[in-house]
């Protein structure tokens, strides 16, 4: 319900006249030790610090300030696991608890202010009083996703130089159970950076043996620890740093400001996603992801909303109505997914039966991002739930949403295969190779004028060069988002593909040269490239084409075994790579890009790694054909 009769147009133009009052209107809504006295310093372009000398604290914005304000008893986190058929609540008070002893603990550890912490954990309350209690102490964290393979956590903790590394000894998928201290062991075999210690939480399912001196109790340590404080810090500040996907092997280190991210998100939770404090809000994603990071933990907190998080598949555990059960069961309002989850779900239930089952009405809409959204899976989920379905596009980068159809403003008709329009905040454009803007309905690269607003990254981790090389050089005055797509003349974005070597599967965001590394270091490789082919499931799934070394006598099948295991064990299982071809040549031209098919030549010569891409994927569905 729109109490005010805002309109989105004066709302976006509102922003548009002045970006400093709109955002210092916004910061009212968080608490400040010291308030900021700049709204947004631009000093030393091109870098950006929004409210510059503010001082404040993640956790108390997301916990202690609802406790001191009289709302200890409401519930802050639902844990529903379909995995264990357990769940577990914490009120706020709850929650303050035991994330000052985890703090406390921490402290006794030497973590201070300015620190990073390294998180691998599953999706257990833990996680989120991980991440909350190195807040407290102004810490950073570094959460690394779960289904990540060893060498991928050790790239991280060589990058991030954690003091301590938390995790559990378990995470449970569909029929195994995952030891996860084992693969944090296998990791620590290959940094180079070693960290003071490691907190393990030993969870019923997997108890793991611990290496003395190195490897600590979680449970005996927090037992014994005295409760942490907040620590006011820098509104400037790294909250967090969140590793992603690049064109390269080796994955970016997002870093996120702690005051504008705050702001950000608690504007997005009213106003993008419509909702009220003591709402119960569900995203349905892992904290190893932005999704998580941004909605699943500090967004709905610090709006003071209830916050579920689900251990869990979309199917099969145990059916199609996972996701319908919680929302009944805890009267979720906000339910916010991937697409590949709905076409999971329709697939096992196509006529919505189960759905029907449940009493899904203190739904207000389903929110999609973090990959495409087919109109068809769009138009099947508004017509089973008679409800809004809102499509909205951002990426780690940004942290919350770039285009949306801001609910809490006013609801714009929606246009599916749009995730609609850009949001108060954000200005974007379609541009052409050269950079100049192109009109209504022409195809071309996805930008941000700059400056982005609070809460989008203000660098990568401790890479200032590489930020400017990878996002603002490509297209002088804006920000450069990978995607590629058009604008309509009505405005609505048209989100298309990646223009990189970037390709998401099932939502989760991996480079094809991490998976062509891994593929690569097989001895009996000579040369390999991957490329994302169309999945009627997870939208995009990766295929390995490999070139093998001459003389080698390997049968196919058994290489073809070896690679995607190798691939398994050094990227991980999340990368779904399953199929790999032996090719007797890859395309390339003569200067070794990738490219011209041995079928023939190429029109014309493919310049971007997404066209070049696009040359393999053509030539790779004709040698199918053959
Ligand atoms: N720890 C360890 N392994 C993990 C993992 C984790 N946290 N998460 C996933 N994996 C493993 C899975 O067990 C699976 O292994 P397998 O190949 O041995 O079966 C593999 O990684 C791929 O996992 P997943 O992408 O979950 O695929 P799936 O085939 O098991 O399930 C869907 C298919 C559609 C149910 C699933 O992809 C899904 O829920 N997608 C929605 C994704 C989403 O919410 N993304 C968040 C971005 S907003
Ligand atoms: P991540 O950083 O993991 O959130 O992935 C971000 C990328 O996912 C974007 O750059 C897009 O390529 C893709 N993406 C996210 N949301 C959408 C959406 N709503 N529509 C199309 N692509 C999306």
Redesign the pocket.
Known sequence: MNLHHMNYHDEYARWQGDPEAFWRTAAAAVDWHHRPQVICDQTRPPFVRWFAGGTLNACYNAVDRHVETGHGDQTALIHVSAMTRAERQFSYLELQHEVAQLAGALQKFGVQQGDLVVIYM??IPEAVFAMLACARLGAMHSVV???FAAPELAARIDDAKPVLVLSASC?L??GRV?DYKALLDRALTLTRHTPRATLILQRPQLDVPLQAGRDHDWQQVVAAAKPADCVPIEATAPLYVLYTSGTTGKPKGIVRDTGGYLVALDWSMQYVYDARPGEVFFA???I??V?GHSYIVYGPLVHRCTTVMYEG????TPDAAAYWRIVANHKVRTLF??P??I??IRREDPHGTQLRQHDVSSLRALFL??ERADPDTVSWAGQQLQLPVIDHWWQTETGWPMVANCLGIEQLPIKPGSPAKAVPGFAIHVVDESGKQVGPGEQGALVAKLPLPPGSLPTLWNNDEQFVASYLTAYPGYYHTGDGGYIDADGYVYVMGRTDDVIN????RLSTGELEQALAGHAAVAECAVIGVADE??GTVPVGLVVLKAGVSDTHASLTAQLIDRVRDEV???A?FKRCLVVARLPKTRSGKFCAPPCGPLPTAATTPCQQRSRIRQYWQKSRRR
Do not use: N
């Open positions: 599953p999706m996703f779960g289904g995470g998928e569909p995952i349905a994603s892992d190893g992801w999704v598949k979309p199917v099969g997914t991937a590949t989850a076409r999971a991002a973090g599967i099932a939502g989760h499931l997870k991980g299982a999340v779904s």
